[in-house]
């Protein structure tokens, strides 16, 4: 019914066939792009649920034959039956060497990230970003040579007074040249390009809108930076850190090369001037000696321990990463 | 509290290219003005140099003197941070802190002034937002993001922060130009209410905005393309929309061009 009393011809004029939607062209491209994706997405799916069932499946054998707590002791014999083995060693040397360099590499790396965006000047900027993204291609057996010919030495001094002003406390205890406090400082240097990269990146798109939202109402740079800068690329500053983490957690040879090795049965050691092994170190160290099946697996349940601590680390940033996202959209 | 600005011989740079060329006016305190002109002649750029917020883009500067009360806020002296600490200002597009929630949009100015007295805070918000009609609407939900607002809401609420650090005068470049109409009148009408305590002064590409809110109207005009915008006249609204003195603003709000 139509309200003006104008009658509607609501039908189609009769006669005419209704026209089939014409089918283009292109189907098969999409198709096909579609197609490979999804196989792309499932392989990685795949791969990471073997290597987790690959690790879990040569780990337990070797860790119900263990005979002491597998977390918890110190000692690591895998040479002879039975087996000892144990990883409280291994996880204070890896964590404590990437809790320095994520304290040295995080507040540096966004530093220099925010003096690339906002203070230097723009034909200053671009090289110093091209520098910083430089140090990430060194490979890491330079730094690991670097690290054992020139830095230990220069860095040891500077423990040398730690320890004798500090000493009293249980981290500053002095002990070796070559220790996880050395490891922690070239780490840091290994990842302040993650950190720096990333956080630039996040940095440059604060949108001009927020920061001059800030200067409006009468912000210092530091002030803009603070308001708007800062909030802004917190999500990516937090990504960039677990993601340096991440390889801070793993590095292997550069911390083979530089850390030395304690003599089993060495008494246990607060001081972040001790020599140790980390995860990777201690497998790296080993990797030509795996020929047994239960030795192997020794090594293998130290990787998965390695493997659990990083996929930790990466749930907890996801959940503080959602946790402010009602306030980044 | 309103300031009186007098404009100068202004004229302003980016860079190397002039981008408007000797501009002198008077912007009485107390009331609304308008500045119109067709895109890219100046009439943002001026605007921005009221509140010292054109030197924020590379290379931007001005010569000639921007009076406020008799102080010149180009003065050797005279600290930028200042200036936009007495000079509010509110953006084209809503841009509330995407981070914050509600209150702390609000109270972001105050916080920059180290004020941490919660009571005070509390106090200035809520004035803020009643003084830009917004307490009603979001006053049960203060500590929800503020991006999670209409885009009309937004706007009150960027007014809101503006005016939370009771600013001299109050700048807006295009307020309404993101806005829906019914949103556009609410703004509006919080410019007619503000007006008593405020020198406001308006950028707006509608026409009929200008006519509707202000007292007195700049028209903006550019000689040629690539040549530097100019201020062809400025004088009260209703003079301006019926009988102006030159013929190129009567050519531009009777539609000939722009």
Same mark, same amino acid.
């Not at chain 1, 690790?55 to 119900?64: E, G």
């Not at chain 2, 809503?94 to 914050?100: A, E, G």
């Given at each position: 019914m139509s309200v003006t009393g104008v009658p509607v011809d609501l039908e189609p004029p009769s006669g005419q066939e209704p026209t089939e939607v014409p089918r283009g062209p292109g189907r098969l491209g999409d198709r096909l792009f579609g197609g490979s994706a999804t196989l792309a997405g499932? +392989?990685?799916?795949?791969?990471?649920?073997?290597?987790?069932?690959?690790?879990?499946?040569?780990? +337990?054998?070797?860790?119900?034959?263990d005979q002491v707590n597998f977390l918890w002791s110190r000692e690591w014999n895998v040479d002879s039956e039975p087996l000892r083995f144990g990883v409280r060693d291994l996880l204070w040397a890896t964590v404590v060497t990437s809790i320095i360099a994520m304290l040295l590499a995080v507040p540096v790396g966004v530093a220099v990230a925010l003096f690339i965006t906002e203070y230097a000047p723009r034909w200053l900027a671009r090289p110093a970003a091209q520098l910083v993204d430089l140090l990430a291609a060194v490979p890491s057996i330079v730094y690991g040579l670097w690290g054992v010919a020139t830095f230990t030495p220069f860095v040891g001094p500077l423990q040398n007074w730690l320890g004798s002003t500090l000493g009293w406390i249980p981290l500053f205890a002095p002990k070796y040249?070559?220790?996880?406090?050395?490891?922690?400082?070239?780490?840091?240097?290994? +990842?302040?390009?993650?950190?720096t990269a990333l956080s630039r990146e996040v940095f440059s798109q604060t949108p001009r809108t927020h920061k001059e939202a800030a200067l409006a109402l009468g912000a210092t740079k530091w002030e803009m930076i603070r308001t708007a800068v800062l909030p802004y690329g917190q999500p990516g500053v937090i990504s960039a850190a677990m993601l340096a983490l991440g390889r801070a957690l793993g590095e292997t040879i550069a911390v083979?090369?530089?850390?030395?090795?304690?003599?089993p049965g060495s008494p246990w050691s607060w001081s972040l001037f001790n020599g140790g092994a980390t995860f990777a170190s201690l497998i790296a160290n080993n990797a030509a000696e795996f020929d047994s099946p239960e030795k192997t697996g020794a090594y293998i349940a130290a990787g998965l321990v390695l493997f659990v601590l990083t996929f930790v680390v990466n749930a907890i940033a996801r959940i503080v990463i959602e946790r402010r996202k009602a306030f980044t959209e | 509290m309103a300031k009186r600005i007098d404009v100068e011989n202004l004229s302003i740079f980016y860079g190397s290219f002039k981008a408007v060329e000797d501009v002198s006016m008077t912007i009485e305190p107390r009331s609304v003005t308008a500045f119109i002109g067709s895109s890219g002649c100046g009439k943002s750029t001026v605007l921005r140099t009221l509140n010292r917020m054109h030197e924020v883009v590379p290379g931007g500067r001005v010569e000639g003197k921007v009076l406020l009360d008799g102080t010149d806020l180009y003065g050797s002296s005279v600290d930028p941070v200042g200036v936009r600490r007495t000079v509010g200002m509110v953006f084209q597009r809503? @841009?509330?802190?995407?981070?914050?929630t509600i209150y702390e949009n609000v109270a972001a100015g105050l916080r920059l002034n180290g004020v941490k007295n919660k009571k005070r805070l509390d106090e200035t918000?809520?004035?803020?937002?009643?003084?830009? @009609?917004?307490? @009603?609407?979001?006053?049960?939900?203060?500590?929800k993001p503020g991006a999670g607002l209409s885009g009309g809401q937004q706007q009150r609420l960027c007014i809101a922060r503006a005016i939370a650090v009771e600013p001299q005068v109050l700048l807006m470049d295009e307020p309404c130009s993101a806005l829906d109409p019914i949103s556009t009148l609410a703004v509006e009408d919080l410019i007619t209410e503000l007006k008593p305590k405020y020198t406001i002064v308006i950028v707006t590409h509608n026409m009929q905005q200008a006519a509707r809110v202000s007292d007195r109207t700049a028209f903006f005009n550019l000689s040629a393309q690539g040549k530097p915008g100019n201020l062809i006249e400025i004088d009260d609204t209703t003079k301006i929309f019926n009988n102006p003195t030159e013929k190129a603003t009567e050519d531009y709000i009777s539609g000939r061009f722009g």
């Open positions: 499932t +392989i990685v799916i795949a791969l990471v649920t073997l290597v987790g069932v690959f690790l879990l499946a040569q780990a +337990i054998p070797a860790i119900a034959k040249q070559s220790s996880l406090f050395v490891v922690g400082i070239v780490l840091a240097i290994m +990842i302040l390009p993650i950190v083979t090369m530089i850390l030395s090795a304690l003599a | 809503p @841009n509330p802190f995407p981070t914050m918000v809520e004035r803020s937002l009643r003084g830009a @009609n917004l307490w @009603n609407e979001v006053k049960d939900r203060l500590d």
